[in-house]
């Protein structure tokens, strides 16, 4: 018995150690962030240092749990893409600030058309007469794809340059789920409708690899161009050299005019400091864009304000968060900017795949709502496909770039049967009473769907397309048959997009906010950005929750690849689902 409660003992004591350890560890994080939160100075003759070693947001959470490297316990304040666009729009224009130096890092997460908006913030800097250098020891094509903007593309002599031309791969378990007994019951509307392809099939449909080929395509159309323009090379060598896998070796690289100088990075720093006529290294003044942004800003003299509302991440059912959508979040910060009589007008940043039907229809109302009032404007990232669109196809004016992926307007249910693994494999089994026939509809996995449930699914899969569609018409100014025939579940390129009417004009971010002044008829005006982040201090321990399901994520992406761990969080989400199981959401789809 002794032995028992020292063990107990010592068991509570270190619970006790861990926990205050933990406490102390977010203290000190908190600490270290905002300390540093300081007006920083701009030296005369600088180079703006940008590093993409992390992913990248439309906007970055200021939540320290969210910036907290759950493996290493290092704190990494995330890097947004409006801070990014901001930095380099303000070094554009700073006289103290001569060049660029844009370090890519290994970054593979950066979507397309993440690249594509920074490419071309990157161009108009470029072309105010400044430098941009890059240098890596690893380019994966994303990153490839950016850093070519640069009048100089360095290579470390051991590295290499993934440039291969776009693959998407899908991953199938139908197989598996036989398996383990479970039978995937699956209700859609949508030839192209593809998200349930994995859990009832072992291959592509005809139908979808139809329409990743035509995606793919466009897409990297619009990427060889541009890298074409930048490299003064022609579409066809870049073709043949990605056909050949010329930038696995980094003489071959040179040698096709992937990159302009394969040399160590102490060459590299010998350049820079030859471009900034220094011959001392501790006189090459490099402020990195995180500091840069603690310099001090001009503040506009006007009260007029277009909102910016960042609806990022899965649409779910619950509140939202930083990287999500739900019932709450999104709503109100349009419900507030409708309200404030100093925004002129709204941007929806859209960067989502989908998700709960019930939660875009919330959103699609409000947005209705606050058009009454004031103009609202779309504005597409790296996804803005199902619920993504459908959140945003009532906006007077949409904006996308051409490698954003969207449409994808469809709808499915799925709801799992699991008898055979539960009863026969587990030897698990259920009995039941109910007071009416059906008191048990829908409310399990233990046994299939009989045909008044299917029947039941079915048609509300019918009714919330048919919705989905009429709303998309209503926005787009188009016939219902129009939106059927590029709908059925079709995903496409914002290059195509437009084509097909979807999609108005081309352009990121920027593009959209001088859309919208121009439809609010503004010449001044300060941005102004929603959902407002709490306070960081508040928000620590009520998203302490979400912090297991980040360590989750971190650790399926690092031990199995983005893949994998798409496909997991994607399962783990089923459960938070509505009416019951009713999708608006597009493949996880993995393009490389």
Known sequence: MKSFFKILLATILALVIVSAFGTIFLISALGGMFASEQVVETKDSSILEIKLEEPIYDRASTNPVDNVDWQSFKVKKALGLNTLLEAIHRAKNDEKIKGIYLNTGLNNTMGFATAQELRHALSKFKASGKFIYAYSNFYTQNAYYLASVADSVFLQPEGAVDFKGLNIKMMFYKNLLSKLGVEMQVIRHGRFKSAVEPFIRTDMSSENKEQYRVLVSSMWGSIIEEIAQSRKVSVAQLNLSADSLAGMLAQDALSHQLVDVVAPYKVFQTSLMKRMKVKEEDKLNLISIQKYMQTEKEIKKTNNKIAVIYAQGEIG?????????????????????????????????????????????????????????????????????????????????????????????????????????????LGINFDEVSTNTNSGALSGVDRPLNKMELSLMQRNIENVYASFTSKVAKGRKMSVAEVDSIGQGRVWSGKDAIAIGLVDELGGLDAAISGAAKLAKLKAYKVEEFPKEPNPYTELI?????????????????????????WFMQIRALKFLDRPSVMARMDVIVIE
């Open 317 to 425: 059912m619950d509140k939202g968060s930083s990287y999500s959508i739900g019932t709450e979040n999104i709503k109100d910060a349009i419900k507030a900017a409708a309200a404030d009589k100093n925004v002129k007008a709204i941007v929806l940043r859209v960067n989502s795949p989908g998700g709960s039907v019930l939660t875009s229809d919330i959103i699609y109302q409000e947005v209705i709502l606050a058009q009454k009032k004031k103009p609202v404007v779309a504005s597409f990232g790296n996804y803005a496909a199902s619920g993504g669109y459908y959140i945003s196809c009532a906006a007077n004016k949409i904006y996308s770039e051409p490698t954003t992926l969207t449409g994808s307007i469809g709808v499915f249910g799925i709801i799992p049967n699991a008898k055979k693994l539960l009863n026969d494999k």
């Open 542 to 566: 009520s998203s302490l929750t979400t912090a297991r399901v980040k360590v989750l994520n971190e650790d399926l992406t690092s031990t199995f690849g983005p893949e994998l761990a798409s």
